[in-house]
């Protein structure tokens, strides 16, 4: 996969493809992460890439000439068809859902905002999306390109050690995760739950279902509705919420 970033702070966006789980897949080649600056397609001698709002207001608005540049030049590195996604607090709320479908893409173009925000122009010329990490504001979109780009990444295939990481994660069926445990079985009184020591995959799976439609009901409830749970999710969510009440 092919991913080009426009930003103002490429330093600050580059070091999410030196760490983790995006270097790895970085070195293994089987992703390309690109930056472009815009201030690099800025036509002036003091490389100006933000101006007053026509209208008066505070702050400045990202121009619109060098970004278009800055976009065109990283869509001329990408396969056609890619989207342009601006990272936008105005946007569609990024999701598992969305990331998936993202990962299925050859490439994607992403554009961090900066101060005010950009000409709206090019929001009607360029961009095919906007999307938001939720209902708060960054100082910039580098923050959520880099969020963008590690949920992408990481379901590609190849790219996990072990794929059914990716497939076991939250949100993948609609609920959170379930708790994990590791080495040593007790710490400070705390014991791991017997059915994990078993050895009886088909409690254990059933018993971390349970524990994940209980958290989501406990945490995200909005997820539970949302979701038509079936007969057996409904009988384990009912189990969890007596077991919680004894």
């Not at 690109?34 to 397609?41: K, L």
């Not at 979109?141 to 990481?154: N, Q, W």
């Not at 609920?175 to 995959?201: N, Q």
Request: proline share 6%; glycine share 10%; with cysteine.
């Amino acid at each position: 996969m092919h991913i080009s970033v426009v930003s103002l702070f490429p330093e600050m966006v580059s070091t999410i493809g030196e760490h983790g789980v995006v270097g790895r897949a970085q070195q293994r080649e089987l992703m390309m992460l690109e930056i472009e600056n815009p201030r690099d397609y800025a036509s002036d001698a003091h490389r100006t890439v933000d101006d007053r709002p026509y209208g008066g207001g505070p702050g400045m608005v990202m121009k619109y000439e060098p970004v278009a540049a800055a976009l065109e030049a990283a869509k001329g590195n990408l396969p056609v068809g890619c989207p342009v996604v601006y990272l936008s607090p105005k946007g569609r709320a990024f999701d598992q859902a969305m990331a998936q479908g993202f990962a299925k893409m050859p490439g994607l173009v992403l554009l961090a905002g900066r101060y005010e925000g950009i000409d709206e122009r090019l929001l009607e010329s360029h961009i095919d999306e906007e999307v938001s990490l939720g209902d708060f504001v960054l100082s910039g979109g580098e923050i959520a390109a880099m969020a963008v780009i590690d949920a992408v990444v990481r379901l590609l295939p190849g790219v996990l050690g072990d794929d059914e990481s990716a497939a076991q994660d939250s949100f993948m069926e609609g609920l959170l995760d379930y708790p994990h445990y590791t080495r040593p079985e007790e710490i400070v009184g705390r014991k791991v739950p017997d059915v994990l020591l078993s050895g009886d995959h088909d409690r254990i799976a059933r018993w971390r279902q349970k524990q994940a439609l209980g958290c989501s009901y406990l945490r995200r409830p909005d997820l539970l509705e949302k979701l038509d749970l079936d007969d057996e999710q409904q009988t384990l969510l009912d189990e969890f919420l007596k077991e919680q009440s004894q």
